[in-house]
């Protein structure tokens, strides 16, 4: 099952390996009034797993992973990263990271930019390695200003990696990315981890949670809604509704069919809550010939976080 | 270690930026040549004591040097729209080693400008012992200091749009009334105007050859107090900077 906020027990300690976030929090004014973007969360990380931070936008994603970083500092809280603050992690060079948003400086060639960064940290990859590693080797010697889309996000891929990080967090990396960058950079990612670093990524796109990540946590309103497998998190937000008019069988003969698992009529209009609505439809249609004015309705992430955050809201404890 | 070794990046990269060389390195050495090569004969420029080519000489590399030195905050202020320093800020790179090395930068552009000039100079018959040539190299480099630290505040204080004019803006009217175009009167409103900035002083530096001090308490007093003055405001800038992202 889902836990609720695993916090609450796990004591967040300075030198103790992986990540530690305990009841961590941060407020912006804006002309709107005070937005609390991170509304309190506890997540401890241990090393090597790899875990995504999803949820819709102004969920806290980025909030948090600023807070990780160092970036930005937190109104109450503790992070502790590998052992140490998140500042004296990031000058120990042990933290890698894609910004969300950013642009690669000019007037170098891609090696170039790549020997500058590696020469900041004690413990870099050459530049050879990194380039073959993120698969941008054939623009080693073209100015970044000349690099499409696509490979300026596996350039500051490659920055992001090149210190050899034992922390690497991405955030939201695959947004400029066409379908064949994304299958790449993944690759990629996975072959990082699979050397036993921890890696955090934030995105919205539930199948990268479900490909990628042996961990999924689910932010909305600054709250962690849901935290557990991937697969968990999918079979519960990933539900989508099959509309159809169908006069005659019953619910329970509706509700027996596969991948369905709620029902509701009124009148001839059935609407089937499921799983697995590929199964479902095939199903329908083979039992039901006479069913019509079909329609498939993916629950979208962003109402299913919302239905989430619904369900959260109410027993939450005051602190 | 490391900011050396960043430094050598930054380097490369500003000498591959064909605007920034043009401003702080053919367009003084042009305006040189049009002013100096017809009047290379005047030894004694408006009775400053100085021959025309050797007034012009530092005049103009003393225009070239605070160009190099204020277009910092250029690199500066476009790093932090593009989200380039949030990137080093999530790298070993310090925020003190980043400063170090845009002035480093700096200095060694500003360098370059130096022996432009003064091989420009060379060739109009400027000649002086080469002790003089150094005390003069040392002075216009310590006036620059207030000009490195302008750089840094400007870079947090202004977006890339308006660095370009500001830029243009400040270094020329600096050297209107700092004496780079014309020698000032020794006396007036322009003078004693002049006398407060630090431009004024690293144009001075072509006393050296004359003899004597060429700044004279004034000179380093004005020179530190603008350094102190500038740091302290760069310093205030770069804390309310970062603490908005």
Not at chain 1, 17 to 36: A, D, N, R
Not at chain 1, 217 to 243: C, F, N, Q, S, Y
Not at chain 2, 132 to 157: C, D, N, Q
Request: glycine share 10%.
């Amino acid at each position: 099952m889902l836990e609720d906020q695993p916090g609450g027990r796990a004591a967040a300690s300075d030198g103790a390996p992986g990540i530690h976030v305990e009841g961590l929090s941060k407020s912006y004014k804006t002309s709107h009034g005070v937005v609390h973007a991170v509304a309190g969360i506890d997540l401890s990380i241990p090393p090597g797993q790899t875990l995504a931070l999803l949820g819709p936008n102004g969920a806290g994603k980025s909030t948090t992973i600023d807070m990780l970083l160092g970036l930005s500092i937190p109104d109450a809280g503790r992070v502790s990263v590998l052992g140490r603050p998140p500042r004296s992690a990031v000058e120990a060079g042990v933290v890698g990271a894609m910004l969300q948003t950013g642009e690669l400086i000019r007037d170098l060639t891609v090696g170039e930019l790549i020997a500058m960064v590696a020469a900041l940290y004690p413990r870099a990859m050459t530049v050879e390695k990194v380039l073959d590693l993120v698969g941008i080797a054939e623009v080693a010697d073209r100015r970044t200003q000349k690099l499409s889309g696509g490979q300026t996000q596996r350039v500051r891929f490659a920055v992001a990696l090149v210190g050899d990080p034992e922390l690497l967090v991405l955030d939201e990396p695959t947004v400029a990315m066409d379908v064949e960058s994304r299958h790449a950079f993944w690759a990629t990612m996975r072959t990082f981890a699979a050397r036993g670093r921890t890696v955090i990524f934030a995105t919205h796109y539930l199948e990268e949670a479900d490909d990628n990540a042996d961990r999924a946590v689910l932010m909305a309103h600054g709250r962690i809604v849901a935290d557990g497998p991937p697969t968990e998190i999918k079979a519960r937000v990933g539900r989508r509704t099959i509309r159809a008019t169908l006069p005659g069988p019953e619910e329970a003969r509706l509700r027996a069919l596969p991948g369905v698992v709620a029902v509701e009529r009124h009148g001839d209009a059935v609407a089937l809550s499921c799983t697995d609505s590929d199964a479902a439809i095939r199903a329908v249609l083979a039992e039901f010939p006479q069913a019509r004015d079909i329609e498939i309705a993916g629950a979208g992430l962003e109402e299913a976080f919302l239905e989430l955050t619904a369900e959260k809201a109410e027993p939450e404890p005051a602190r | 270690m490391i900011a050396l070794a960043y430094t050598r990046y930054e380097l490369l990269r500003t000498f591959r930026n064909r605007r920034f060389l043009i401003f702080s390195l053919a367009f003084p050495l042009i305006l040189y040549y049009v002013i100096a090569a017809p009047n290379r004969g005047v030894g004694n420029l408006g009775s400053t004591g100085v021959s025309l080519p050797l007034y012009y000489m530092v005049g103009l590399a003393s225009f070239g040097t605070m160009a190099a030195m204020i277009s910092t905050g250029a690199r500066i202020a476009g790093e932090r729209t593009t989200g380039w320093t949030r990137q080093l800020r999530i790298t070993p790179l310090s925020t003190r080693a980043y400063f170090r090395a845009k002035v480093l930068t700096a200095y060694a552009t500003a360098l370059l400008t130096i022996v432009v000039l003064y091989s420009a100079g060379i060739s109009l018959g400027v000649s002086m012992p080469a002790r003089y040539w150094l005390e003069m190299t040392g002075l216009v480099l310590v006036g620059l200091l207030p000009f490195a630290v302008l750089g840094i505040l400007l870079g947090h204080l202004l977006t890339v749009e308006s660095m370009g004019p500001a830029i243009g803006g400040v270094t020329s009217l600096l050297a209107l009334v700092s004496g780079t175009w014309f020698p000032l009167s020794s006396h007036g409103f322009l003078h004693d105007l002049a006398q407060v900035l630090p431009s004024y002083w690293l144009v001075q530096a072509n006393r050296v050859p004359v003899g004597g001090a060429a700044w004279g308490t004034t000179g380093w007093l004005v020179v530190a107090v603008w350094t102190v003055l500038l740091t302290g405001l760069a310093r205030f800038v770069y804390r309310r900077d970062t603490a908005r992202v």
